[in-house]
């Protein structure tokens, strides 16, 4: 095969790739002598086409020339431990593994391998929690924040499970791991105010499902699977479709309103124009579905008639503030009220520095004393040589101004 039939089949392989046609690929490549080839990355990805072709014998010998090429590899032999794994050889794909750790030993993707090993081995849930959480520790993605959710659920540990999937929701915010993590939960409790919203959202869109990443590697939540476990299946969660004029009672028409009523109380002249604005005041937030009482939870006291007391200006000036300072306080359409306790924002502060310091990763002993080690070496170097530079220098100079 002459240089340019191999580079028109490869651009054929490329496209049929890029097309998902990894069947047609394979049988291109089969055309194709590699042992011939030394670009190790070329080799990569067709052992990567071998593989979504599910020929996994194929695609370890096609890995197998890259490594023979590039033995230190960290990818080469990461992608060897997954086909080994997709294979059921979970001997080589310790192996492979344990070479992975020791030429990488601070990529995260190590959790991924060993998480797969395990699980392949029928690991316990608790030890596979165990492993993802120290993923989780390195690296917070939604794909394995999900799957940890999933194990707490299988674990039947459903505090655990709904922290989980309340700070995969909040971290993410949108996608299909969201929604996943917003159904899970809904097995243990009902939505907040915005959870409701965000997944009211999700079936409103009806725009495809998103394709997740390696599908096979993340578990669904299925009832038939729950009922086959033994599990309780809980019944579809109904969420109550409320339907509110956002316009009306956004916050800002909603401030826009009150202020209006407060200038026309400031320039009314009689006590009747104070309290016909007040009233007015009164039913725009009594309009808000959110304020609004079951009458069969309202309490009702009846007052004795009492004679017409007729209030002074200091009293109506004391109910105003008073009234005015409760509107203020109100949450209307799950928008943040205009008053907050100095209380609830140090917490909320400290809460998010707590946060970020977990964050956080310190380095171990031996990486601080090999680190330190290397500063103090090069500070040394560095010393003699400017030593050095210096003593010829002035060496120089002297020599300079005995010839003078």
Request: a negative charge; hydrophobic letters at 40%.
């Amino acid at each position: 095969m002459d240089k340019y039939e191999y580079n028109l089949k490869l651009d054929q392989i490329k496209a049929l790739s890029a097309e998902e046609g990894y069947m047609s690929a394979a049988e291109i490549a089969d055309s194709i002598n590699w042992n011939k080839i030394k670009n190790v990355n070329t080799l990569v990805k067709i052992g990567e086409i071998y593989e979504k072709a599910e020929r996994y014998q194929d695609a370890r010998d096609i890995l197998l020339m890259a490594y023979d090429r590039s033995p230190i590899g960290r990818m080469i032999i990461y992608r060897l431990a997954e086909v080994a794994i997709k294979m059921g050889d979970y001997d080589a794909a310790t192996e492979y593994y344990d070479e992975f750790v020791e030429i990488a030993p601070h990529d995260d993707m190590k959790y991924v391998l060993r998480y797969a090993i395990k699980k392949g081995q029928g690991a316990s849930f608790d030890e596979l929690i165990t492993i993802l959480e120290e993923y989780k520790d390195e690296e917070y993605t939604e794909e394995w924040a999900y799957e940890l959710a999933y194990l707490y659920h299988k674990a039947g540990k459903a505090d655990k499970c709904i922290d989980a999937c309340d700070e995969l929701i909040l971290w993410f915010g949108d996608g299909p791991y969201v929604e996943r993590a917003l159904e899970l939960k809904m097995l243990y409790q009902p939505l907040t105010k915005a959870q409701e919203e965000k997944y009211r959202r999700f079936k409103a869109e009806k725009e495809k499902p998103a394709k997740i990443k390696d599908e096979a590697e993340v578990t669904e939540i299925g009832a038939m699977e729950m009922v086959k476990g033994g599990e309780i299946v809980h019944d579809d969660v109904t969420i109550p479709q409320i339907t509110v004029n956002q316009e009306k009672f956004n916050t800002v028409n909603l401030q826009q309103e009150i202020a209006k009523g407060m200038q026309q109380i400031m320039e009314a002249k009689g006590k009747n124009e104070v309290a016909d604005t007040m009233d007015t005041i009164k039913k725009i937030v009594e309009d808000i579905p959110y304020l609004k009482l079951e009458k069969e939870q309202e309490e009702y006291v009846q007052q004795p008639e009492e004679t017409e007391h007729i209030a002074t200006d200091e009293e109506i000036d004391g109910s105003l503030k008073l009234n005015f300072k409760e509107l203020l306080g109100e949450d209307a359409d799950g928008q943040m009220s205009m008053v907050m306790s100095e209380k609830t924002q140090k917490k909320s502060w400290f809460k998010g520095l707590s946060s970020e310091f977990k964050k956080i990763v310190w380095p171990d002993q031996m990486t601080l004393v090999k680190h330190s080690a290397a500063v103090v070496i090069t500070s040394a170097i560095l010393g003699a040589i400017i030593a050095l530079i210096d003593f010829l220098v002035q060496h120089g100079i002297d020599i300079l101004v005995n010839l003078g």
